[in-house]
């Protein structure tokens, strides 16, 4: 996830944005660059890779006297890890970062190409710092500008703007992207979280959705849509370790939080009004596609298998879906009317990569879903959609198979839409149910609350079941997944039509079995298969919409009206049983033993 870093004051600058920059590698990035001005002279750098490579190019330059500076960590969304690519963006007197997407940039840029102004890179983010420039050659006044373009902009952002026409100001704004300010007498500092001004700054304004400002002389002027506003600033946290963590005691709780979040950016500009759009998708993609084989390894294994209930279901293409290291192996018949889609968090994954390679050699077409860019599965694919999560610490997953199954819901509407198997009617409800996913996602307390209460009375017994049908099948493997992976407590996820050809035998008062019971899915063909357990005493927590009797321990959801809102929901709350069970044993959380967070050896 993309890094933003500002200062304005006498200090010397670059190591005030290098170091604040470093101390957000842990979030990811594949480029960096900044941009200082001083003495009414702009300096800018940029590096593709690691940091040091920018601290390499920068090692001549020194600031001195007042200046303003800006810096900027990269992930790319739109457009290759390229030094044009980097940030800050460049006008013809101004320099731009920025955080976030901004939906409407293909239509802005368009305009300002009409009107002869070039553009160096293929992102989003260029446009700001056009369209400032733009509007200050017609008005001749900075601020004016900057408030013109800010009103231009849909999606969401944290961007901060310097420009030598007004040099002793930096511009902010922020909307949808996190963004805050931190204060230490005449010098201010911007950055996207509490990291980089730790140990600089004393206090700190977290900025709202909504506001943006400039700062000048030492003062913040902050705005929103009724006008000028005060603010509070507050004491800023010492610790650094906990800041990383924004407060969560571990990366993966962070990142369940997170995941209402990630997910508008993984819908951004890819979830319109009344249709699915891929930008990096070529429309010939399905052209002479007659099925589709996915194959993937352990998490993204079930959001591939939750995805082939989707595309078989809605876009009436036959979908098939393999374990990459068994698909190896089987030596399998492929033939080129298949696309063949890998889904990886890492994008590193040897079985998965060794996977693509073969069926390359067959012929076949390839796109993967992925959330690292330029992985090695990206780099081997034809196509690529990526899944825009950012960095995930916790090897246990839960934003990247949220990311990845949403990616292949909305796949699954653009095949459809190109295929004509569902109706604009079908299509818009899909899509209104879509945009209600980061609801779905949010973490409500006293649910969290109640998980935490729950978990102590599952810390032992002779194994867990997590059962679903249809696409709550694929949760189940998922949610019995995260709970081995942290606990190291055996537990299976099973269809629940088939606990009866077996499981079953194991039903007792020690079985504790996680039901995942939706109601717009086969609610009472799945409420049968609890009863039957039920019946032979075997201990059942129950999560549904419909209050369930007969269970020991019951989990009320709120959506009922969308297999994906109930699924999405379903998924957090065994994401938080798992790691409430596993903080209560006392584990690692985040690195659960015997495990790597990229499995790079078959
Ligand atoms: C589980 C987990 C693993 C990975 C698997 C594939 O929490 O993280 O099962 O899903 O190793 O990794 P990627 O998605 O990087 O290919």
């Given at each position: 996830m993309c890094g933003i870093v500002g200062y304005i004051g006498k200090s010397e600058k670059k190591?005030?944005?290098?170091?604040?920059?470093?101390?957000?590698?842990?979030?990811?990035?594949?480029?960096?660059?900044?941009?200082?001005?001083?003495?009414?002279?702009?300096?800018?750098?940029?590096?593709?890779?690691?940091?040091?490579?920018?601290?390499?190019?920068?090692?001549?330059?020194?600031?001195?006297?007042?200046?303003?500076?800006?810096g900027h960590t990269r992930w790319a969304t739109h457009g290759k890890p390229t030094e044009l690519n980097a940030h800050p963006h460049m006008g013809a007197y101004s320099f731009v970062v920025h955080n976030g997407i901004i939906e409407n940039y293909q239509e802005l840029k368009e305009e300002l190409q009409a009107e002869g102004i070039e553009f160096l890179s293929q992102t989003d983010t260029e446009t700001i710092v056009h369209l400032f420039e733009k509007n200050y050659n017609i008005n001749n006044n900075s601020w004016k500008s900057f408030q013109q373009t800010i009103e231009r902009l849909e999606g969401a952002y944290a961007t901060l703007l310097i420009t030598e026409a007004q040099a002793d100001t930096i511009f902010f704004a922020k909307n949808g992207s996190p963004m805050l300010i931190g204060f230490d007498g005449e010098d201010i500092y911007f950055a996207s979280s509490d990291t980089p001004i730790i140990g600089r700054a004393k206090e700190v304004y977290y900025l709202e959705d909504g506001e943006f400002g400039y700062v000048k002389d030492g003062e913040v002027k902050l705005f929103d849509a009724n006008g000028i506003k005060t603010f509070t600033k507050q004491p800023l946290p010492t610790d650094k370790a906990l800041a990383q963590?924004?407060?969560?005691?571990?990366?993966?709780?962070?990142?369940?939080?997170?995941?209402?979040?990630?997910?508008?950016?993984?819908?951004?500009?890819?979830?319109?009004?009344?249709?699915?759009?891929?930008?990096?998708?070529?429309?010939?993609?399905?052209?002479?596609?007659?099925?589709?084989?996915?194959?993937?390894?352990?998490?993204?294994?079930?959001?591939?298998?939750?995805?082939?209930?989707?595309?078989?279901?809605?876009?009436?293409?036959?979908?098939?879906?393999?374990?990459?290291?068994?698909?190896?192996?089987?030596?399998?018949?492929?033939?080129?009317?298949t696309l063949f889609i890998t889904i990886s968090q890492s994008g590193e994954t040897a079985d998965t990569l060794e996977a693509l390679k073969m069926?390359?050699?067959?012929?076949?077409?390839?796109?993967?879903?992925?959330?690292?860019?330029?992985?090695?599965?990206?780099?081997?694919?034809?196509?690529?959609?990526?899944?825009r999560a950012g960095i995930e610490k916790g090897v246990a997953s839960t934003k990247a198979f949220a990311t990845q199954t949403m990616v292949l819901w909305m796949l699954t509407l653009y095949v459809a839409q190109a295929k004509k198997t569902i109706t604009q009617d079908t299509l818009n409800r899909e899509l209104e149910a879509m945009r209600h996913t980061p609801k779905a996602l949010l973490v409500d307390d006293k649910l969290h609350s109640k998980l935490t209460r729950l978990s102590k009375r599952y810390l032992h017994g002779h194994g867990f079941f997590f059962i679903g049908r249809d696409l709550f099948f694929p949760l189940a493997l998922e949610?019995?997944?995260?709970?081995?992976?942290?606990?190291?407590?055996?537990?299976?996820?099973?269809?629940?039509?088939?606990?009866?050809?077996?499981?079953?035998?194991?039903?007792?008062?020690?079985?504790?079995?996680?039901?995942?019971?939706?109601?717009t899915i086969h609610?009472?063909?799945?409420?049968?298969?609890?009863?039957?357990?039920c019946a032979r005493d075997a201990t059942v927590l129950a999560i549904s919409p419909d209050y369930f009797e007969l269970s020991d321990d019951f989990i009320q959801t709120k959506y009922d009206t969308h297999p994906m809102l109930e699924f999405f929901e379903m998924m957090v709350i065994t994401q938080l049983l798992a790691l409430e069970i596993s903080i209560r044993l006392g584990n690692d959380v985040d690195m659960p033993k015997n495990l790597a967070k990229s499995v790079t050896v078959e």
């Open positions: 190591e005030i944005l290098l170091d604040g920059l470093q101390e957000l590698e842990y979030r990811g990035y594949d480029s960096a660059g900044i941009a200082i001005i001083e003495n009414k002279q702009l300096k800018n750098f940029k590096a593709v890779g690691k940091l040091q490579n920018l601290r390499e190019k920068t090692k001549d330059y020194t600031s001195q006297g007042f200046g303003v500076a800006i963590k924004d407060g969560y005691r571990f990366f993966m709780e962070k990142e369940i939080y997170e995941q209402t979040q990630v997910m508008n950016d993984t819908m951004m500009g890819r979830v319109l009004d009344d249709r699915i759009y891929f930008e990096e998708l070529d429309e010939k993609l399905f052209e002479n596609i007659d099925s589709i084989k996915i194959c993937a390894c352990g998490t993204s294994y079930h959001s591939a298998l939750a995805g082939s209930y989707l595309l078989e279901r809605m876009a009436k293409i036959p979908c098939q879906v393999e374990i990459a290291s068994e698909f190896r192996y089987k030596e399998p018949l492929l033939n080129d009317k069926a390359k050699r067959a012929g076949l077409k390839s796109l993967s879903i992925c959330n690292v860019d330029n992985s090695s599965i990206v780099r081997e694919s034809d196509s690529a959609i990526l899944t949610g019995a997944l995260k709970l081995k992976e942290i606990s190291y407590l055996h537990a299976e996820g099973y269809p629940a039509g088939e606990m009866k050809h077996g499981p079953i035998a194991l039903a007792d008062a020690e079985l504790f079995t996680v039901a995942l019971m939706p109601k609610y009472d063909k799945i409420k049968s298969n609890v009863e039957e357990l």
